[in-house]
């Protein structure tokens, strides 16, 4: 019933998955309360699930292919500026599989690459600015 949505939450996972057979991808068993009813639900019945663990709205996503480190420590993506390419440092919150949040050093439709620009190895980074570590005074 591909058209049916409910709602409901994990209660169990397995501790060890099942191996599916001609596959690399492992299977564990979870469990899960429903809110609410359905007639068309059976005890024991096999679905497919999608399970939402955060939503963020109007999030800013680039691929994770599109990010690059530099010394360990500093986040960065080739970015299009007029003619020319930065390398411009980014700010990076949640990632799933495929794509990563950027908090802070891109805007929306800021054009990126995806793999590295020839000729860029020797081109500084362009940093954030630094975030303040000292305290704020309220004004009275």
Sequence with gaps: FPDKRLTGQVIKVANVGE??????AKVFAVEIEVFGSDEVLKPGMTTSNRIITKTVENGLFVPLEALYTQSDSVTFVFRKSGLKTLKKEVRIGDANA????????????DEIYL????????????????????PVKAAR
């Design 19 to 24: 191996q599916r057979p001609n596959s690399d």
């Design 98 to 109: 495929d794509n990563v949040l950027i908090l802070e050093g891109l805007e929306l439709n």
């Design 115 to 134: 793999s590295e620009p020839t000729g860029m190895e020797e081109v500084n980074v362009i940093a954030l600015p630094k975030q303040s570590s000292a």
